[in-house]
């Protein structure tokens, strides 16, 4: 470690004003207009929403967004707290239960329903949720629909030395444990928990763009920066250290990622890299290409 320097933080996004995402999931739009920053700026990281903690009132109907499609990228659905039940018109249905991930390679395309689990529904109580999109590489984004359906007890996770800190390793590698989801591109993804007062520190490349959301708790980055519950760090991409200072139960999500430097053309549920794409995309739709639901 030698050569490498600090990286620094370039900004704390704190959560925008949140909305509604059908009727269910009231998030705070971290990546990227929430945060005010370039739609290329987090790249593969298109778009996070964050579902900060709520209560959900017990006996309610399963709450949630419609049937709608995705094409050109992955979304990836962390449930924190709460369940969340999906189906889709490739005729995969499932449920997502605390500490699991639905990593889906819409790809091509899917259309999709998400929703809270009817058992969650009934019972009520805490809900917090992360999704991602994930942008994918040209090259990939006509390959077919495909799922990661990963459970939390499947994820490898690295202890330290000092067994204060906890790495849940979903992508990438973190020291000599490798990540349990297939990307497209090169991706570190981490959760990471503190279970004592502690400090952990990740050597990045300085070229991947890179943040965290906090979960749980708040953190000290580099020894001087404070992060609150529900805010997102942003680094610079110069050097290499990060220093995440946790107290106990702090819970944070690590982000990087190689940039695809590709052009980027979005429209609603569409990523791709050109206008033509994207109405393509919408003929396709018109057209039953998506499949049906
Ligand atoms: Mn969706």
Not at 26 to 35: C, S, T, Y
Not at 67 to 81: D, L, N, S
Not at 113 to 133: D, H, R, T
């Amino acid at each position: 470690m030698n050569n490498l320097k600090v990286r620094p933080l370039e900004k704390i996004v704190l959560p925008a004003e949140p909305h509604m995402v059908g009727d269910g999931f009231k998030v705070h739009n971290m990546i990227p207009n929430g945060a005010r920053i370039a739609l290329d700026r987090m790249s593969p990281f298109f778009l996070l929403d964050y579902n900060a903690k709520m209560d959900v009132t017990p006996g309610g109907l399963p709450k949630g967004v419609g049937a709608h499609p995705h094409r050109g990228f992955e979304t990836v659905t962390i449930a924190y707290k709460g369940k969340v039940a999906h189906h889709d018109s490739t005729g995969s249905k499932g449920i997502i239960e605390e500490g699991d991930i639905q990593w889906m390679s819409a790809a091509s395309g899917v259309l999709h329903k998400e929703y809270y689990a009817e058992e969650f529904a009934e019972s009520g109580g805490v809900f917090q949720m992360v999704q991602l999109w994930i942008n994918l590489p040209a090259k990939y984004k006509m390959n077919p629909p495909a799922y990661q359906a990963i459970i939390n007890k499947d994820i490898p996770v690295y202890l330290t030395d000092d067994e204060k800190v906890s790495v849940e390793v979903i992508a990438g590698a973190f020291k000599s444990y490798k990540g349990i989801a297939h990307t497209f591109s090169p991706i570190e993804m981490y959760n990471i928990l503190f279970l004592d007062d502690a400090e952990i520190v990740l050597e990045t490349y300085a070229h991947y763009n890179t943040a965290l959301l906090v979960i749980e708790g708040e953190v000290v980055i580099n020894n001087e920066s404070l992060i609150n519950t529900d805010s997102m760090g942003l680094f610079a991409n110069k050097g290499e250290l990060i220093t995440i200072k946790g107290t106990k139960n702090t819970k944070v999500l690590f982000l990087s990622g190689e940039p695809l430097n590709e052009p980027i053309a979005s429209y609603g549920p569409f990523l791709m890299n050109t206008e033509e794409e994207i109405v393509q995309a919408f003929k396709d739709l018109e057209n039953g290409k998506f499949g049906q639901l």
